[in-house]
């Protein structure tokens, strides 16, 4: 394939060790195009080539259409920045953020940290983003797509977290006309104390607060269900753990979780990674994840039954790495790393080999 054999080795050489660099160019690209609909709509052409859409794989999930069950997980686009050259690539949604509502930099660089020989990542960002004022304004804005967009939403490093309940909700008061769901981060291992959230009675707060907003503003607005609600769990939590998040969502009405977001572990990479990255601070994603992925998710649907849709997310590079989360519980997946590694094709690739 082009990307793997030309394209890549040229984008992974390009800034050296600085791989958040090269993001930030390859973004930049993709916001340009996204400015511009004849641009998008050239993308979206030259990427369906040869994938004719498969009508079979849309589904209806948590009250809205999905046209096909592939999606690009937060992380990538945290300022909502190139949402319509995304959506051109064949992604059958988007997952914009962690969203915070204070604008905040984020960790110090470097921070993000390839390790190609186990197709992953290290990323210890931080929640870096432009606040939640910013992205709503972006996205008011921004040209609509035809695909769902949700919105993660985390907490701001600078509010305590006996406030958290407050710094979320003013971001989802924000937020709030531009997702079609949103996301509620309390997992990611970058911010200090973020994961405590995800314990019963602060991940009932929260949720009670949130779930509470959405439904006033449904009623506002005369819809006659409020905006879907998930919450996204960490893979290094163990089952009587994962039990109580579901317990808790479904007490709340939550509509559904994603599983999973990166993990503290190491035990996922083979001996031959090197020390020095081995080392490194921060969650790992990519190929390392996906056993794990697929037991939370497997876990959770064991738990939820049908109650709770799961979005997979964890290790997906290939149609059969999304069959095998599908065939454990999950309703639909979205992956990061693999579009790191495979391209901008995976996900019309994924797409055509599960139909």
Do not use: W
């Not at 040229?10 to 004849?38: K, M, P, Q, T, Y």
């Amino acid at each position: 394939m082009l990307y793997r054999r030309a394209l890549r080795p040229l984008l992974f050489n390009a800034a050296g060790r600085d791989a958040e660099a090269i993001h930030e160019r390859v973004l930049a690209g993709l916001a340009a195009i996204s400015r511009h609909a004849g641009l998008t709509r050239a993308l979206e052409i030259a990427s369906s080539f040869g994938h004719a859409d498969d009508a079979a794989l849309a589904r209806e999930v948590f009250g809205l259409r999905f046209p096909n069950p592939v999606g690009l997980a937060a992380g990538f686009d945290k300022n909502a920045l190139a949402v319509p050259a995304l959506a051109a690539l064949g992604f059958g949604f988007i997952e914009i953020g962690t969203v915070t509502y204070h604008a905040q930099p984020g960790n110090p660089r470097p921070r993000l940290f390839r390790l190609p020989a186990e197709a992953a990542l290290i990323n210890r960002m931080g929640f870096n983003n432009a606040g939640a004022a910013v992205v709503a304004a972006r996205l008011a804005t921004q040209r609509p797509v035809r695909v769902p967009v949700g919105v993660s939403l985390g907490k701001s490093k600078i509010t305590p977290l006996e406030d958290a309940v407050s710094d979320y909700l003013g971001a989802l008061e924000l937020l709030y006309p531009h997702g079609d769901y949103f996301a509620v981060n309390v997992s990611s291992p970058n911010t200090p104390g973020l994961r405590a959230l995800q314990e019963r009675d602060r991940l009932d707060a929260l949720l009670a607060a949130l779930m509470g907003r959405l439904s006033e503003r449904a009623t506002a607005e005369g819809r006659p269900a409020a905006k879907p609600l998930l919450v996204k769990v960490a893979p290094d939590l163990d089952d009587a753990a994962l039990d109580d998040v579901v317990d808790v969502c479904l007490t709340r009405g939550v509509s559904g979780l994603i599983a999973v977001n990166t993990t503290i572990a190491r035990d996922g990479l083979s001996a031959a990674t090197p020390v020095t990255l081995r080392d490194e601070l921060g969650g790992l994603s990519g190929r390392p994840l996906r056993e794990r992925a697929l037991a939370v998710v497997r876990r959770l649907h064991q738990r939820a039954g049908d109650r709770l849709p799961i979005i997979g997310c964890g290790g997906i590079a290939t149609a059969d790495d999304a069959r095998r989360l599908l065939d454990a519980g999950a309703a639909l997946v979205q992956l990061y790393s693999g579009f790191i590694y495979e391209g901008p094709g995976i996900a019309r690739r994924i797409v055509k080999g599960l139909g």
